[in-house]
């Protein structure tokens, strides 16, 4: 029968009367979540998701031992006998399995206390199979009392790690405006920054959840929740229930993005680009010093170089010149960046080697259209018309 308490309470009075059982907690803000806590008194035997434990896995495992190679979990029935029949298969040591399982089961604790009031279940006598760790709960608890507080934080705008993540398509421009909005910002250098732009509108426009998108973007759900929940609070993006997403087959092999390299001192420019191409489909490389273009452009190897004619150190004709000269570069077109629309300064970018020219300022559809000629019939020599 269930009861609505507090999960933590509930956890410390089945302590003081020393029951055994499982203390199941359904999450009242994310439909059809929760956890499952198998105790022994003050003892934690297995702690665990109700729903998405493949998600949750995957998301753990991967973060908890990247060497390692996990079997599918395509059949997973029982999380304690699936972790057992792996550690079998594996030349381990038994303590590695039960520190595998201990912080399986400490993040399923975190997840079931941040939530101060839910719905709760007690089964008395239900242990899980194998019983792998008995470690005290309160001990697993102290040290991660500050991931706990993170989520409770987080948890004000209905997020959980099994929150499905989605970016409507009518939100695609509030997204971008946000996105031009923090650029430069710590936020931007330290999070958003470290994927593309169309990464992210791609990402959350799968209604993938919160372990799904951090798996991804290879940061801690935590991390992930705390940046979006912004987003979330002003409805940009929304957090759907888990269940309300049916199974998709696997998603093809992502296929490497065309590159595309920016040589421009001018934020404001790259800002441009970056917002127009990326959408397009393309990986943009941001080169603001040109005297750092020719390492960056060889290791990178863009399929198009857009290169501004005024910059500091280093013009744009003579940048474009030594381009021409390095065997690894001679080939890739060039499309010169410049506020000047003289007969001369074309003349000048052809002699250089240039492949195409465009006058500042320009519109999104200039610039692709520039990018899309130049991908499917390139010429390294001669100004396109």
Not at 326 to 353: C, E, H, N
Request: glycine share 6%.
């Amino acid at each position: 029968m269930k009861t609505v308490a507090s999960p933590y309470k509930a956890l410390r009075e089945l302590a003081a009367r020393d029951l055994t059982g499982c203390l199941t907690i359904y999450d009242p803000q994310v439909e059809g979540a929760g956890w499952c806590l198998y105790l022994g008194g003050q003892r934690l035997y297995y702690a665990s998701s109700i729903v998405g434990q493949k998600e949750r896995l995957t998301n753990i495992l991967s973060r908890l031992r990247p060497d390692l190679e996990w079997p599918s979990l395509a059949a997973l029935e029982s999380e304690p006998a699936w972790l057992r029949e792996w550690w079998q298969k594996q030349a381990l040591p038994l303590a590695e399995l039960r520190q595998v399982v201990t912080q399986l089961s400490q993040e399923a604790l975190v997840q079931a206390v941040a939530i101060l009031k839910a719905p709760i279940d007690f089964q008395r006598n239900v242990q899980p199979n194998p019983i792998l760790i008995t470690p005290p709960w309160q001990d697993l608890l102290a040290a991660v009392r500050q991931q706990v507080y993170g989520w409770q934080l987080v948890r004000g705008q209905g997020l959980s790690p099994l929150s499905r993540l989605y970016l409507d398509m009518a939100q695609v421009g509030a997204f971008c405006d946000f996105w031009e909005q923090i650029q430069g910002t710590p936020e931007y250098e330290k999070f958003w920054g470290r994927q593309t732009l169309a990464t992210w509108i791609q990402m959350f426009g799968q209604k993938l959840c919160v372990y799904e998108c951090s798996s991804l973007v290879q940061v801690a759900p935590l991390e992930l929740a705390t940046r979006v929940r912004g987003l979330v609070g002003v409805g940009t993006v929304v957090s759907l229930p888990f269940q309300n997403v049916a199974p998709t087959t696997a998603a093809p092999p992502v296929q490497p993005r065309p590159v595309i390299a920016c040589i421009d001192d001018s934020k404001a420019v790259q800002r441009q680009v970056q917002m127009t191409l990326e959408l397009e489909g393309y990986d943009i490389v941001a080169i603001t010093e040109p005297a750092r273009a020719l390492t960056t452009l060889v290791r990178r190897r863009p399929e198009v170089i857009l290169m501004d004619i005024n910059m500091p150190d280093i013009d744009g004709y003579e940048l474009c010149r030594m381009l021409r000269q390095s065997r690894q570069l001679k080939d890739v077109p060039i499309v010169m960046l410049t506020g000047r629309d003289g007969l001369i300064d074309r003349l000048r970018a052809q002699l250089v080697g240039a492949s195409s020219y465009l006058t500042k300022p320009f519109a999104p559809e200039q610039l692709t259209q520039a990018v899309q000629k130049l991908r499917h019939s390139p010429s390294a020599n001669g100004i396109s018309s």
